[in-house]
């Protein structure tokens, strides 16, 4: 299973981004993705989620300025970000709970993508 994330890159403060996600492979189902983001010299942290069935929970810093969605048919998970500030540039990784098509539960994670926010 891997994870292709997309739409990352250099903004003002103030815009918007819109980042991708699709999961391909051998894949039956995925229950849980998820965006994480890592700034420099500071842990991983969650951003936002979303299950299978479309319930959702965001970090308290991001709520109001961004959307997670997802389109299973696609494998895809996005992350719709408006409003960005400067501490929000980050890599920003996907994640994703998959249940391959042999049965194994996997814990999939992007490669990230890098968003800068300049003030």
């Known amino acids: 299973v891997q994870l292709q994330a997309s739409g990352g890159g250099l903004v003002q403060a103030g815009d918007s981004l819109r980042l991708s996600c699709a999961a391909s492979?051998?894949?039956?189902?995925?229950?849980?993705m998820g965006w994480y983001r890592q700034a420099p010299g500071k842990q991983r942290e969650l951003v936002a989620a979303?299950?299978?069935?479309?319930?959702?929970n965001y970090a308290d810093s991001v709520k109001g300025r961004v959307t997670i969605s997802r389109d299973n048919a696609k494998n895809t998970v996005y992350l719709q970000m408006n409003t960005l500030k400067p501490e929000d540039t980050a890599d920003y990784y996907c994640?994703?709970?998959?249940?391959?098509?042999?049965?194994?539960?996997?814990?999939?994670w992007g490669q990230g993508t890098q968003v800068t926010v300049s003030s």
């Open positions: 994640n994703a709970e998959v249940r391959a098509s042999w049965g194994s539960l996997e814990n999939a």
């Open positions: 492979g051998s894949i039956f189902s995925i229950n849980r």
């Open positions: 979303i299950t299978s069935g479309g319930s959702t």
